[in-house]
């Protein structure tokens, strides 16, 4: 009985899967997000504002991953013959059981007496979950929001054929939780402007999150380093000498680590391999994306 309980608590109510992969600083849609926000030069520290940047890390980081898992991640692991995890949610609070509103949520999450369903009929149910709830919050958040949640759906759909290759589910993978969340925090807080610095910056770091994804032992690190000063690049173009010296750190880490990517991931025991030094070098990125968005914001 405890177990049960213990595994009903594991799951959110609406089974958001915040993409922390075992790493405190992993969720590169949250950062990319408040950076799109500071690039923007619209946020400003109140609270109105600290309301709407919550609620856009929440669409962009916790549905926007939810619908990448369901629709992206799943299919791979179907794909590739692995088992895959059916999302199952709590009773609805605060609604009486044999309500509407409760029966439609049981129906949605499976649990309208059909224990037996098969997979694709409760990752259709998960799915259509997840669009009501994502769809609710970008009508809440406005157009941008729209706009931006239309581009992820198309976004996640293209990554179902692009995810076998290498370089073509690297970057799928980039602009979604890079691109479009830059994008949203952007367009929440300045509009529909372009200005050319600030999509400059996202754009280097849509190449950088898709170099490192798509890196194989050191083939391929001289183009995460052409990504990596663009944004310092575009720092010292903006005329902010301390943004741009402050990028500078963030880069050191990173690129002393580079020699001890291993050539071939022969023998773990010689080096990095390209996963290891993605890990370690993202926290560095992310700060630095941080740094950047401030400087052309």
């Known amino acids: 009985m405890v177990q049960r309980e213990r595994g009903r608590d594991s799951h959110s109510v609406l089974g958001l899967r915040v993409w922390l992969a075992r790493q405190p600083f992993r969720p590169a849609p949250a950062w990319a997000t408040l950076a799109g926000a500071l690039a923007s030069g619209g946020l400003r520290w109140q609270r109105k504002d600290g309301l709407l940047l919550l ?14 898992t369901l629709l992206v991640r799943q299919h791979s ?19 009486a059981p044999e ?20 997979q694709p009929t409760a990752a259709w149910r998960a799915l259509l979950m997840n669009l009501l709830f994502t769809v609710g919050l970008a009508l809440l958040l406005g157009p ?15 990554a179902r054929i692009l995810l076998p290759r ?37 754009a280097g770091y849509v190449l950088l999150q898709a ?30 000498p301390m943004a741009a010296g402050a990028l500078g750190i963030t880069l050191l880490a990173p690129l002393a680590w ?6 071939g991931e022969e023998d773990e025991n010689e ?27």
């Open 55 to 68: 609620l856009a890390i929440i669409l962009a980081d916790g549905l926007w991953g939810q619908l990448w």
């Open 77 to 95: 692991l179907a794909s590739e013959g692995h088992a895959v995890p059916t999302v199952r949610l709590l009773p609805l609070p605060y609604v």
């Open 99 to 118: 309500s509407p509103v409760s029966r439609l949520w049981r129906w949605l999450a499976g649990d309208a007496g059909q224990r037996k369903e098969t």
């Open 144 to 158: 941008a929001a729209l706009v931006t949640t239309a581009l992820a759906l198309l976004v996640a759909s293209l």
């Open 166 to 202: 290498r370089w073509g589910g690297a970057l799928a993978q980039s602009l979604f939780e890079i691109g479009l969340a830059w994008l949203l925090g952007h367009l929440l807080f300045a509009g529909f402007a372009w200005p050319v610095l600030p999509l400059v910056v996202a």
């Open 211 to 240: 170099s490192s994804l798509a890196l194989h032992g050191r083939r391929g690190l001289w183009l995460v380093n052409l990504a990596q000063f663009i944004p310092l690049a575009c720092s010292v173009a903006a005329k902010q």
């Open 258 to 263: 580079q020699p001890w990517v291993d050539r």
């Open 271 to 297: 080096g990095l391999s390209a996963h290891e030094y993605r890990q370690r070098a993202q926290i560095w990125w992310w700060a630095g994306m941080l740094v950047a968005a401030w400087a052309v914001g």
